[in-house]
């Protein structure tokens, strides 16, 4: 699925899946207005009927809105506005990412960045829509005989209104889709078996990844070394083990060097 920044308006996406935050309250967003006037004020009748209540994960799918040019139109419930948080917009998110992967969807513009949330900026919200929206589309099935079918959502769109905006909400969604790349690998292996995710499976995966990123090297030990370095605490754990023991350190030297390193440490 390609993510992408888009100057454009609500009306210039018509033949797109339009994604629409609601709350609790029914106070409708800039874009939620605009359909609601456009299609004779449905989405307040849907909120005054009770027919959609805003809680959060909530979701509701309209095609082919009367009286509009808008083909399909994703409501998302974002539950209390007052108690909306960081964590709240996440959610919402996957919500509808989650609804969209099983849809026949091939587009999407989301318009979840109309969302108030305390102390963010749009290009935090860029961000997080690009990490979620990978997330919410995960599924790991590598060793199932069977399949799931591959979403069909092809192109997901974070539309801007201004292009002052772009450059910076740009960056924020390399830097989102840096960090979901990131947390795929790490949910890809971890949810591997242990069979097949080995000590040198780990070591294999480390050195790939040294060799497409530049700014990292990779230093791997092996038992014999670890003995030497009295790591004694660490090779008992795989004394029971057919498979030897290894010790993968990766360093990224892509920053400053006056700032702090940060060390991550698991076994």
């Given at each position: 699925?390609?993510?992408q920044?888009?100057v454009?308006?609500?009306?210039?996406?018509?033949?797109?899946c339009?994604?629409?935050?609601?709350?609790?309250?029914?106070?409708?967003?800039g874009t939620a207005k605009?359909?609601d006037?456009?299609?004779h004020?449905?989405?307040?009748?849907l909120?005054?009927?009770?027919?959609?209540?805003?809680?959060?994960g909530?979701?509701?799918?309209?095609?082919?809105?009367?009286?509009?040019?808008?083909?399909?139109?994703l409501?998302?419930?974002?539950?209390?506005?007052?108690?909306?948080?960081?964590?709240?917009?996440?959610?919402?998110?996957?919500?509808?990412?989650?609804?969209l992967?099983?849809?026949?969807?091939?587009?999407?513009?989301?318009?979840?960045?109309?969302?108030?949330?305390?102390?963010?900026?749009?290009?935090?919200k860029?961000?997080?829509?690009?990490e979620?929206?990978?997330?919410?589309?995960?599924?790991f099935d590598?060793f199932?005989?069977e399949?799931?079918?591959?979403?069909?959502?092809?192109?997901?769109?974070?539309?801007?209104?201004?292009?002052?905006?772009?450059?910076?909400?740009?960056e924020?969604?390399?830097?989102?889709?840096?960090?979901?790349?990131?947390?795929?690998?790490?949910?890809?292996?971890?949810?591997?078996?242990s069979?097949?995710?080995?000590?040198?499976?780990l070591?294999?995966?480390?050195?790939?990844l040294?060799k497409a990123?530049p700014?990292?090297?990779?230093?791997?030990?092996?038992?014999?070394?670890?003995q030497?370095?009295?790591?004694?605490?660490l090779?008992?754990?795989?004394?029971?083990?057919?498979?030897?023991?290894?010790?993968?350190?990766l360093?990224?030297?892509?920053?400053?060097?006056?700032?702090?390193?940060?060390?991550?440490?698991?076994?």
């Amino acid at each position: 699925m390609k993510l992408q920044i888009k100057v454009t308006q609500p009306e210039k996406q018509a033949k797109t899946c339009l994604i629409i935050g609601l709350f609790e309250d029914g106070a409708l967003t800039g874009t939620a207005k605009i359909i609601d006037k456009a299609s004779h004020g449905f989405l307040t009748q849907l909120i005054e009927q009770g027919a959609f209540e805003g809680k959060m994960g909530q979701i509701l799918p309209l095609y082919r809105l009367a009286h509009t040019q808008f083909e399909h139109i994703l409501l998302v419930g974002c539950g209390k506005a007052k108690k909306f948080s960081p964590t709240g917009f996440r959610k919402a998110v996957i919500a509808a990412m989650k609804a969209l992967a099983t849809s026949k969807t091939t587009q999407a513009t989301c318009y979840l960045t109309e969302l108030e949330v305390d102390d963010k900026t749009l290009a935090w919200k860029v961000r997080q829509i690009a990490e979620a929206a990978r997330d919410g589309l995960y599924r790991f099935d590598l060793f199932k005989s069977e399949k799931e079918p591959a979403p069909a959502l092809k192109e997901f769109i974070i539309p801007l209104s201004d292009v002052k905006e772009q450059k910076t909400c740009e960056e924020a969604l390399r830097q989102g889709l840096a960090v979901a790349d990131g947390v795929l690998l790490a949910k890809n292996l971890g949810n591997t078996p242990s069979n097949v995710c080995t000590p040198s499976f780990l070591a294999e995966q480390a050195k790939d990844l040294a060799k497409a990123y530049p700014a990292l090297s990779v230093k791997i030990l092996g038992e014999k070394e670890m003995q030497k370095l009295g790591m004694g605490a660490l090779l008992a754990v795989s004394q029971g083990s057919a498979e030897e023991a290894k010790l993968i350190s990766l360093e990224y030297k892509g920053t400053a060097k006056k700032e702090a390193p940060v060390a991550l440490v698991g076994k």
